[in-house]
């Protein structure tokens, strides 16, 4: 099978918007938990400029999405997606102190393996 670069250029997008998306649903939370700790917890949250920027790029990464289905495989786009789980980790970690454990890491390298399995042995057009 050939190099095909527009399946390349999908994948490495998709890969980019699973990242925007893990940081957006970061900076959600943190905006939630800064309100929480204001002076005034029962402000909107919505007006708060970090929820703002959040939404935005969760709205960009969807769209990023939606535009790479013609030309990437559903079973590649559900693995990329697997990776979720690793860069929401790594944003909640860096962007509001939460912990990882080793743990999460195990749990981490078991859906990784099965992701890998499951998009190795698949069949695609």
């Not at 959600?28 to 790029?57: E, R």
């Not at 990437?72 to 102190?97: D, E």
């Amino acid at each position: 099978m050939a190099f095909n670069w527009v399946t390349f250029i999908a994948v490495l997008a998709n890969v980019l918007n699973v990242a925007i998306g893990a940081v957006s649903f970061a900076l959600l939370k943190k905006a939630h938990k800064k309100i929480a700790a204001s002076d005034n917890p029962n402000k909107l949250v919505y007006t708060h400029p970090l929820w703002i920027l959040g939404l935005v790029m969760l709205i960009v990464s969807n769209l990023m999405r939606v535009a790479s289905l013609p030309y990437i495989g559903v079973v590649l786009l559900a693995g990329i997606s697997a990776l979720a789980i690793l860069f929401n980790a790594l944003a909640s970690v860096k962007m509001n102190g939460e912990s990882f454990t080793k743990l999460d890491g195990i749990a981490f390298i078991l859906i990784v393996t099965g992701t890998t399995l499951c998009m190795y042995n698949s069949k695609t057009d």
